[in-house]
């Protein structure tokens, strides 16, 4: 289903041209006109060939301006930059490593250091166990280059590539408890950029059982889904086009203004205080029966809807409102796509507006990551609805048949949480919090889309105009899905059905055979909500909900300077994680290694998880929570990957192998690990 979410972020600058708030970004010109200091270059690691030697650099801007830092190891090979870099130097000699430090007045300076590489140890393991319990499910041994296989359980061996250039890496299992066990290699790209080379298998030199060619193409009669979400995945094809067109249009509209607008403090209001003004929108309270247009933006018309359902939230004081257009509504219990009956409506109601520690809704997800709108900074009070002290504004969900042509799920579209006079381009706003519901699907999907767009309305309250941020498309999308994987009553199998959407959603990321990129969201497929659903799931199973609570109320992007996988990765290493890339590598081996254990190793899998989640973010009280075990299908993920000629940023590919019966051993020469990339092999 498509669940999109269209950052107002420009149309909020916009609105705010008009109120003559002044102020702009102090640009670099100030600056000072002097070169950067640096004061030292760190180096750790062993000192030998075909060992990783850590370079750090310590650099200063009499300025404060932004620095580059940019390595040349004096072995003739591919440079690198970063404050912190590695490198695999192969034979015995000293090197001079050059460090040059850039600010962005194009001043630079350089400093070097000898480094006296000794003679490498050809007696070293090249691929090491990769769980935190050591033995990774399985018993690992290793003398020399050999690793001994000795469990019964999943086992996972690693090597993760941290510098720039590729690496070779054999593979040497040995063991009667090999026999008849499938190794599966998962090659992740943790970073944002494009690996210098792709991922490559080397040569199999034991014997296995329907050995593929390495990482080809993926055999299309393995990937086929079920029908509903082959429905679903087609839906999101035929709108992504259109949200993508607007996206882009108020992407520029923003990059346009931002750079004469500044962005007001969140501190120069009051949580409480009473808007400036009183919006002139605020409704009657609204009883069933009632009537409504509503103005849909995809076909860009207004629909004759009726008030089908109410539901007060004592909670947040504000009512739920479900409204049905008038020609798809049936009072029968018979039901079909495209229509929406009184049964639909009780169970859509029952998923939204009522809350305890089995069923949880909006007044759940609103005490976990906050409310869907409240006071408003005083620049805003012009151009926005608010709330009124005695009258809160309603949470309208409009049901809708847009028609076969139309293919979203459902969309929240903020342009409708500003007044019409805002601007030009909010005449047609609903001037309501709203959003919208397409009736051609089925129930268990549609349940999952309230409580999905529900995230997006709150997101863009509480980061967009109370922090003037936004997470980008892949983060947003992932919080989303996180909320649909942690609140969905219905998702009570661990199976991908009817009943499960977010089990389907790591169904539909096995079948795809890898290379797909997880921040490159630009096409906005159904892949990457496949993708980004699954690795929401794999968080909350790793760390909890608190991570999901904390995406809403940590990282503010202006004030720490934070791109959105920078917040991500620091929230994963403030929960106990090593980080966005280690986590990345760890996800991957779980789903094309199909680690579906209901106690798989330490750090894998997706087991169940149950536990409390004390005050954090936006909540005030405990939360109990309890996440089902997740299983990928053992005919989703193709033998064969997906076929890679260079490796992007955030990428996976895989090999899978099937040992013979009796055969003892295991070995692959020469397999190539790309740079800042990790290879985790499964054994099971």
């Known amino acids: 289903m498509t669940q999109h979410f269209i950052r107002l972020l420009g149309l909020v600058l916009l609105a705010l041209s008009t109120l003559n708030c002044g102020g702009g970004k102090e640009s670099d010109s100030s600056a000072s006109a002097t070169a950067p200091a640096i004061s030292a270059i760190n180096v750790s690691g062993a000192l030998a060939a075909n060992s990783m030697v850590t370079l750090a650099g310590v650099a200063t801007d009499p300025g404060n301006l932004a620095l580059t830092y940019s390595w040349d190891f004096g072995d003739g090979g591919a440079k690198d930059t970063g404050t912190t870099v590695y490198r695999i130097y192969t034979s015995a000699s000293t090197y001079t490593a050059t460090l040059t430090v850039t600010n962005t007045a194009g001043l ?90 792709a991922p490559g298998t080397g040569t199999l030199a034991s014997p296995v059982l329907a050995s593929a060619n390495p990482l080809t193409s993926p055999n299309s009669a393995a990937i086929q889904g079920d029908g509903h979400e082959d429905h679903e995945h087609h839906q999101m094809a035929v709108a992504h086009s259109q949200m993508l067109s607007l996206n882009r249009q108020v992407a520029q509209e923003m990059k346009a203004l931002s750079a004469s607008q500044s962005a007001h403090s969140p501190s120069s209001y009051s949580p409480n205080a009473a808007p400036v003004i009183s919006p002139p929108n605020i409704q009657p309270a609204v009883a069933v029966g009632d009537t409504k247009s509503w103005y849909e933006d995809y076909t860009k018309k207004s629909e004759d809807t009726t008030a089908r359902r109410t539901c007060p939230i004592a909670s947040t004081g504000r009512n739920v409102v479900f409204w049905v257009q008038n020609t798809i509504y049936t009072a029968g219990a018979a039901s079909a796509l495209g229509t929406v009956t009184d049964a639909n409506l009780d169970a859509y109601q029952k998923q939204f507006c009522e809350t305890d ?34 009258a809160k504004q309603d949470i309208n969900i409009v049901i809708l048949d847009p028609g076969a042509a139309q293919g979203w799920g459902g969309y929240f579209y903020s342009l409708n949480n500003f007044l019409k006079t805002a601007s030009a381009k909010t005449a047609n706003s609903n001037q309501a919090l709203v959003f919208f519901i397409n009736a051609r699907q089925i129930q268990a999907y549609i349940n999952s889309v309230l409580i999905h767009e529900l995230t997006h309305m709150i997101n863009f309250y509480q980061r967009t105009i109370l922090h003037d941020d936004s997470h980008e498309t892949w983060l947003e999308e992932t919080s989303a899905m996180m909320t649909e994987d942690i609140f969905d009553s219905g998702a009570t199998l661990d199976r991908c059905s009817s009943l499960t959407p977010i089990a389907c959603r790591l169904d539909g990321y096995a079948r795809t055979g890898g290379a797909v990129s997880y921040f490159d969201w630009a096409n906005l497929s159904a892949s990457s909500y496949d993708m980004g659903g699954s690795f929401g799931a794999f968080l909350n ?66 087991p169940t998880k149950i536990g409390t989640l004390p005050p954090t973010g936006n909540m005030a009280s405990n939360y109990v929570y309890s996440l089902p075990k997740l299983t990928i299908n053992s005919a989703s993920a193709p033998t064969v990957a997906t076929a890679l000629s260079t490796f992007t940023g955030t990428t996976q590919t895989y090999k899978i192998d099937s040992v013979a019966s009796g055969k003892t051993s295991y070995v692959r020469t020469n397999v190539t690990v790309p740079g800042k990339t990790t290879l985790l092999m499964t054994v099971k």
């Open 108 to 197: 630079s300076s350089s400093k070097t250091t000898a480094l006296s590489i000794g003679p490498g140890n050809a007696a070293s393991a090249n691929v090491t166990p990769a769980c935190q319990d050591g033995t990774c499910g399985g018993a690992f041994t290793t003398a020399g280059t050999t690793t001994t296989y000795t469990g019964s359980g999943t086992g996972v061996l690693g090597f993760a590539n941290l510098t720039s250039a590729p690496i070779t890496r054999n593979i040497n299992l040995q063991g009667a408890a090999l026999a008849g066990k499938t190794v599966t290699l998962v090659f992740s790209n943790g970073q944002s950029t494009k690996a210098a080379a």
């Open 357 to 390: 520690n089995l069923k949880h809704g909006y007044p759940t997800i609103s005490s976990v990551l906050g409310d869907v709108w409240g006071a408003v900074p005083p620049a805003y009070s012009r151009v926005t609805i608010a709330d009124k002290v005695s």
């Open 541 to 606: 199973r790793r760390f909890g909900p608190r991570i999901y609570a904390q995406l809403m109320t940590d990282c503010y992007t202006p004030s720490t300077k934070k791109s959105s996988v920078d917040c991500l990765d620091f929230l994963i290493q403030n929960n106990g994680g090593p980080g966005f890339t280690d986590e990345f590598a760890r996800f991957g081996a779980s789903v094309f290694g199909k680690i579906n254990e209901a106690n798989p190793p330490a750090q894998y899998g997706f």
